[in-house]
């Protein structure tokens, strides 16, 4: 868990965001990097993931990270967006590469999945009068 300064005037999830936002600034979370869940980062913070939301929200407001409701936060391309952070085309475009790379990988791991269950394919039993039982 994170301890917090406790003479630190901020609030909890001002403490998160600004954490959070080092954390993309230093780069120890990359573009394409995926935040821990609000569950996670509640845990290590010590508070609700309510608090969690609203540091992330805010973060998502400055166009630092973007969610995909069912899939995750993630880290923004910086460099992709321009100098313009409202640059509502660059950020559809950095969507848009995030989401087409997961249905590839979806797509790859939907083909495992297959070969994998044609592999453990139940044979059915054979009826007793069938040519390869007569020994």
Do not use: C, W
Request: charged letters at 35%; glycine letters at 6%.
């Amino acid at each position: 868990m994170t301890n917090f300064d406790l003479t630190d005037p901020r609030s909890p999830s001002g403490r998160i965001e600004t954490d959070l936002r080092e954390a993309i600034r230093t780069r120890a979370l990359k573009p394409g990097d995926r935040l821990d869940t609000y569950d996670t980062l509640a845990q290590q913070y010590g508070v609700d993931k309510n608090t969690v939301a609203a540091a992330v929200g805010r973060l998502r407001d400055q166009r630092l990270v973007y969610t995909k409701r069912g899939v995750g936060t993630f880290v923004i391309d910086q460099s992709k967006i321009g100098a313009d952070p409202n640059d509502e085309a660059a950020l559809d475009n950095e969507v848009s590469e995030s989401l087409t790379e997961l249905h590839r990988k979806l797509a790859r791991i939907e083909q495992r999945v297959a070969a994998l269950e044609q592999e453990n394919k139940p044979v059915p039993d054979l009826p007793d009068d069938h040519p390869s039982k007569s020994t």
